[in-house]
DNA sequence: TAACTGTACATTGTTGACAATCACTATGGA
DNA sequence: TCCATAGTGATTGTCAACAATGTACAGTTA
């Protein structure tokens, strides 16, 4: 009876500025609305069908998640990617997703665990028939990551995490196509990372993690630091 | 000097929610607004003589920094500390501190190192001035902190630490007054902290900074704990 | 008495109009 | 030609009214 007054929440009693939100991440992260636009209040109300009131209060969550940057009076701008701004993050990554690690190998439950490796065995299948395919791997790296993060168990560490920092770093994902050169290194990464949670070795787990991060963080430093100077 | 201009900015030409934001903000962190108390938007708009629409913007924002929880069609409620919670938050603290002051021995200039050691030569002379007063010794603290975090240059992990995750730190700090019992040794560990960044230490400064949160965290878990169990 | 139901009230979500501010252009002077 | 400045248009900030939702209470029924 409670599931029923629930129920509806799939999508009925959300409010607008939630419905929208989701909308414009999506086009953020896919790139549909580039890197630097110009936001325009009125323009983007229009398009979604709703006043300006919701929309902002929208943009005012995109900014917290760090998608979009805003001045007073003058408007706000889809954030653009900044090599060194990039740099940093992965470094902060590097350093909670390796504190992640570790409490995932202190905190999780024998059934967290399970839930982990059977993602990892779906990634094998998926791995083997579509190689070139870098799209569904990334959103499963990405799954891979979420379930150590919350795996932690702080509240926030996951927080900040899935919060504060990943939409970024999902949008610089999907538009770099990030791990198209290393996706099978990576996997071997992610079963050893599993390997020393299951062993219920935190340490390891760290650095393990840390060392995953760190490499996907040089392998982008060049692709983009290549990828500058052709432009240039 | 910066604290003049900041001054200044809060009446120039800043806009109606970003002036109540800091004047929420204060009220949150100094207790005026306690914790776990809801919300009333007109209530509080009627207070700053504001309307509804500025005041949600600045409700956003709050909610941005984690000062404050909302659901909904329900409403916003003033965060309530959980020490679990608090325990985690110290965690991540003292991880992410830790790399600003690896950083900070790394990419800090001359100049900030100066400015550094005369902070702590100012906070010297208070701490002899008013023994049992902590009140100046925690903004002092803070300054001290926060003179590390930025000198470590990484955008994403100024931004983390200053904006998510250090509003709330400095509402606890405020209202349990935290480093009372043991001010002279924090004085202590920040200074070595600043010798380990003069020499260019950078693994000695994270050791460092990561052992004097800690000890402010263990410390605070035995003062909460202790409290907890009074109330029952 | 306890639990359920429906109604009335209070609060939040949404809207469109109005005011304040900024960016751009053109005009004038040096 | 260049710079400064004022005017114009567009965009953001603010407001007050309206709609939708949740909450609390009263009344009814088992």
Redesign the pocket.
């Known amino acids: 009876m409670s599931q029923a007054s629930k129920k509806s929440a799939t999508k ?2 959300t ?3 939630d419905q929208v939100l989701t909308k414009i991440q999506t086009a953020i992260i896919k790139g549909d609305l580039p890197h630097g636009t ?6 983007l109300a229009a398009t979604y ?6 929309l ?2 929208a943009i005012s969550r995109l900014e917290s998640q760090k998608l979009i940057e ?7 701008r889809v954030v653009s990617l900044d090599i060194n701004e990039l740099v940093d993050l992965f470094k902060v990554r590097e350093v909670l997703e390796g504190m992640a690690a570790r409490l995932a190998a202190e905190n999780m439950t024998d059934q967290d665990i399970t839930e982990l490796t059977a993602l990892l065995e779906k990634h094998e299948q998926s791995e083997q028939l579509q190689q070139g395919e870098s799209y569904y791997q990334d959103e499963g790296d990405l799954d891979f990551h979420y379930l150590i993060i919350t795996g932690s168990k702080n509240k926030t560490l996951i927080n900040t995490l899935t919060i504060d920092l990943y939409h970024i770093i999902r949008m610089y994902r999907f538009q770099c196509s990030a791990e198209t050169t290393r996706p099978k290194k990576a996997f071997k990464e992610h079963r050893r990372i599993i390997e020393a949670i299951q062993s219920r070795d935190g340490e390891l787990a760290e650095l393990l993690m840390k060392r995953h991060i760190s490499a996907a963080r040089i392998n982008t430093e060049q692709r983009l630091t290549a990828l500058s100077s052709v432009e240039q």
Not at 49 to 54: A, F
Not at 70 to 76: E, F, L, Q
């Open positions: 009925a009693t409010t607008l500025a110009k936001i325009n209040e009125q323009e069908g709703i006043s300006r009131g919701p902002r209060e805003r001045i007073p009076h003058v408007g706000a």
